[in-house]
Every structure is written in structure tokens, then in C-alpha cells.
């Protein structure tokens, strides 16, 4: 197959300037024509701005791929109800770096589109959510906010408009499932961050019971783009039903992890030829396209396009578009042990099938792992995995049973060597270590 030179796939536009010294500053934003595109939207009345993002055709870059548009039109209007925005900046997906980049080196272009969005809903107060961790990014956050308010972007009367926006930030404390959408909102209300149930969706009954648009971070950066440069510009990338730029994250044994800015549709194949291909002397073994909560693929799946319908089709799910790449010195029973601790650490507790169900998955892995399974454990694995997947209150539980389902498909036979080998054939000492 041919694959297109790098050079020709790159599409930079929110990691255009990420090199430049002082990228974060509002003086550099506005050198690359930063605050251009709110000129333009507030010009336009707020419903024709919501069906030109609608007509778009961006989606959801959080991982559900929800048309961002659509969203913003469920916003009932004449309610007599604040609204809201509520960014989505709790990035925590395993593999998943790309908003905290942005933020770091971009922030600009999320307050932007934060403005435009809150226009066009008619929402006069946003949120921010981050990841609490991130101390750095939070700082710079603030200070962009700071810039922002100066220079009269955002407080009263934006630029002469007569609409108004304040913006907030908050720090999370550092809990995955506070990523949720309903949980997040919860813990912004000061409570325990657990899910809600759904519907009523946010859209309707959000924040404070009001109408809010929870969207993700790259969702509202790339909006100023789309309104400056035009809904055909960014529609001549990607494919029809997945138009547009994205970044995506490349990570584990590659020669140069990083954020990699591109259509969507583009192929792991075309990304790895970016990213200098694997780790010399080695070979893709398994992949994730979308951080571990999407079903792995392996190097049968090079060609797959990475977006909503190619991913989807051949058995997977886009998500975050994360692509964690692992090579033939890995144990892909260790990475899904890994993986399934990690869940059933994060696991909120809500619901049985997935705090049952995930710390179950660990004792299996972890007996498999040591030398200590039997066969039947695998039928047991698939079992629990089963009764998770799709019993679950929220999409944790169905992210902790993607791994167990496919590497069960693709690497039984790996499950099996541990079994009769009687430990992890990559590395023995690990195995006494829990035995
Ligand atoms: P979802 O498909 O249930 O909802 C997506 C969005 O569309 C939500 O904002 C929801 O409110 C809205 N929506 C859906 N149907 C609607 C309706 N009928 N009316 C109004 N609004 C509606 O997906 P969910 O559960 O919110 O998110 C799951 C995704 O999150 C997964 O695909 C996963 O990839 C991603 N994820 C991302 C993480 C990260 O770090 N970025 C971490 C974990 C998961
Ligand atoms: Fe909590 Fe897991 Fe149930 Fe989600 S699936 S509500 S994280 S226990």
C-alpha cells in the first residue's frame, strides 16, 4: 500500500504555534490571528452560529463523537433558566494527551471558543473542569484568563456586544470517573463525583438543574478555526460523517510519542510514519485506538481509518484517539492486568457490576499472571466481562471489560502459554513476585 508522505498529512491548526516561545501568551495568540473568528461570530445572530458549527460537522472530541452542534442546540431557549458551558478538561483516559497540551500551550483558543460557544447558547457563565494534577496547566489557565478579561474578551460588554461572560476555573481532585459527564457536574456542585442518571441529559438538567452544555476541550478550541476559516475549509479534511483536523496522541514504544495533529480518517499506518514507526529493531504487537477503555487492535488493524466509521466497522471504537502501541516484548496479559487495576481503582462504586465485577477481573488477572490460573478462568474472565459490559450505571464499566473482551479474541493463546507455563513467559520474576 502506498502511504502518504508526513508532510502532506500533518494538519496543524490548534499545535500550529505550540514551538513558538511563549505560545501560551494572549500576545501570541493574537499574532496568529487569536480573537479573529469572536469578531465574526458575534456578529452573527447566535442561532445562525449554532447551524454554521452544526453544519461543520465537528464532533465531539471527548470520545463519544456527539455532533457539537447538535448539543448546543438542545439548549432549550426563553426557559428563563441560566445556562451553561462546562468544559470537560479532566483528561484521564490511559494514553490520552492531548487536552493537557493544548491547555498548556494554547489556552487561548479554548477561552475563544469558549466565548463563541457561550454566545450562541446564551450562557453567561462557564466552567472549566481540570484535572487536578496538573498544576502547571492550572496556573497557566488562569493567567490566560486574567489576559482575557484585560483585554476585554471576556467580563461586560464583550468587544461592544452587550453580551457577557465570566469564566471559571476549578481544579478536580484527581478522580477518572469525575470525567463523566454527570459526575463532573456533581463534583463541581461540590459533591461526591458519582454519575447521574441519564436522562435527563445535561443538555436539559445540568449544572444547578439548568440547561448546560458539557463539552470537551479540543471540541471548543477548534471552534474559533472553523468559524475564521470557514465550515467548507474544514470539511475538505477528513470524510464526510467525521470531517476535520484532531490531535491525536501517540504513545508507548515508538520512536517519537507526541501529539500529532491530522485529519481524521488518516491510518495508525500513516501516524507511525510520522512518528518515526516503532522503537527500532522491534514490531507492533497490539494497539489501542482510543486509550484502553476501545477494544485493542493489532497489526492486522495498520490500514483501519481512525475515525467514527472505519474504527467502529472493524470492531473497535475511536474514543479519545489514543493510540497506545506496544511491541513484541510486551505481555499482553500484564497490560490488561494493568489496565483492569486501574479501573477497579477508579471504579466509583455505585453500581455492582462494575465494582464487583472489576475487582474480580484483577484477582483472575493477577492469579493468571502469576502462574497460578487454570483454564477455566478464561471462560470466567469472559463471564464477568459480560456481566459488566452494558449492566454498568456509566461507560466505566464498559471501558474496564473492552481490554478483557479483546485480548481474549486476539491473544487467548498468550492467556494460555501463562496457564500452562505456569506464569508470564515475558518475565518470570514478575510472576513469583505475586505469587
Ligand atoms: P455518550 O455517547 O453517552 O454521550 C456523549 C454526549 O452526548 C454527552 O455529552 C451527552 O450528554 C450527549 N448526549 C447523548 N445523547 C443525548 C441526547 N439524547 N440528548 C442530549 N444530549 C445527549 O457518551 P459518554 O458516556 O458521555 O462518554 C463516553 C465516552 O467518553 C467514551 O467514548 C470514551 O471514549 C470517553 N472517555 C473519555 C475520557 C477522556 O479522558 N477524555 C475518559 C473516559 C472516557
Ligand atoms: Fe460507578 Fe463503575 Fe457504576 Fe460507573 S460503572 S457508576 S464508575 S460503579
Known amino acids: 500500500m502506498t502511504v502518504e508522505p508526513a508532510e502532506k498529512l500533518l494538519a496543524p491548526v490548534l499545535s500550529a504555534f505550540w514551538d513558538d516561545p511563549r505560545s501560551w501568551t494572549l500576545e501570541t495568540y493574537r499574532r496568529h490571528e487569536g480573537y479573529e473568528a469572536l469578531g465574526k461570530a458575534l456578529a452573527m445572530a447566535p442561532d445562525d452560529l449554532i447551524a454554521y458549527v452544526k453544519d461543520s460537522g465537528l464532533r465531539g472530541r471527548g470520545g463519544a463523537g456527539f455532533p457539537t452542534g447538535m448539543k448546543w442546540q438542545f439548549i432549550p431557549q426563553g426557559d428563563g ?58 496556573r497557566r489557565l488562569h493567567e490566560a484568563v486574567r489576559e482575557a478579561y484585560e483585554a476585554g474578551y471576556l467580563g461586560t460588554n464583550i468587544k461592544g456586544s452587550g453580551f457577557d461572560l465570566d469564566i471559571t476555573v476549578h481544579a478536580g481532585a484527581g478522580a477518572y470517573i469525575c470525567g463523566e459527564e454527570t459526575a463532573l457536574l456533581d463534583s463541581l456542585e461540590g459533591r461526591r463525583g458519582q454519575p447521574r442518571l441519564r436522562p435527563p441529559f445535561p443538555a436539559v438538567e445540568g449544572l444547578y438543574a439548568c440547561p448546560t452544555v458539557v463539552n470537551n476541550v479540543e471540541s471548543i478550541a477548534s471552534v474559533p478555526a472553523i468559524i475564521q476559516r470557514g465550515k467548507e475549509w474544514f470539511r475538505s479534511m477528513g470524510s464526510e460523517k467525521s470531517p476535520g483536523f484532531t490531535l491525536y496522541s501517540l504513545s508507548g514504544h515508538v520512536a517519537r510519542p507526541g501529539q500529532y495533529e491530522g485529519p481524521l480518517g488518516i491510518t495508525l499506518r500513516q501516524l507511525l510514519d510520522m512518528g518515526g514507526g516503532m522503537r527500532p529493531g522491534h514490531r507492533l504487537k497490539f494497539w489501542t485506538p482510543g486509550g484502553s477503555s476501545t477494544p485493542m487492535f493489532t497489526d492486522e488493524h495498520l490500514d483501519v481509518p481512525l475515525d467514527y466509521e472505519g474504527v467502529g466497522a472493524a ?64 471462560d470466567k474472565l469472559q463471564d464477568i466481562a459480560d456481566n459488566i459490559n452494558g449492566k ?25 502459554e501463562h496457564i500452562e507455563g505456569n506464569g508470564c513467559p515475558f518475565d518470570p520474576a514478575r510472576s513469583t513476585a505475586w505469587a
Open 315 to 378: 470492531g473497535s471504537m475511536l474514543g479519545t484517539k489514543a493510540l497506545q502501541c506496544f511491541d513484541e516484548t510486551t505481555c499482553v496479559v500484564r497490560a490488561v492486568t494493568r489496565w483492569t487495576e486501574f479501573y477497579a481503582h477508579e471504579s466509583c462504586g455505585k453500581c455492582t457490576p462494575c465494582r464487583e465485577g472489576t475487582y474480580w477481573l484483577v484477582q483472575l488477572l493477577r492469579d493468571i499472571e502469576a502462574g497460578k490460573g487454570r483454564t477455566e478462568d478464561l
Open 81 to 138: 433558566k441560566p445556562h451553561y458551558l462546562v468544559v470537560n478538561a479532566d483528561e484521564s483516559e490511559p494514553g490520552t494527551c492531548k487536552d493537557i497540551p493544548l491547555l498548556f500551550a494554547n489556552p487561548h483558543a479554548l477561552i475563544e471558543g469558549m466565548v463563541i460557544a457561550c454566545y450562541a447558547i446564551r450562557s453567561n457563565h462557564a466552567f472549566i473542569y481540570l484535572r487536578g494534577e496538573v498544576v502547571p496547566v492550572l
Open 392 to 416: 454498568s450505571f456509566c461507560a466505566l464499566g464498559d471501558g474496564a471489560a473492552a481490554p478483557i473482551f479483546s485480548s481474549l479474541k486476539y491473544f487467548r493463546a498468550e492467556y494460555e
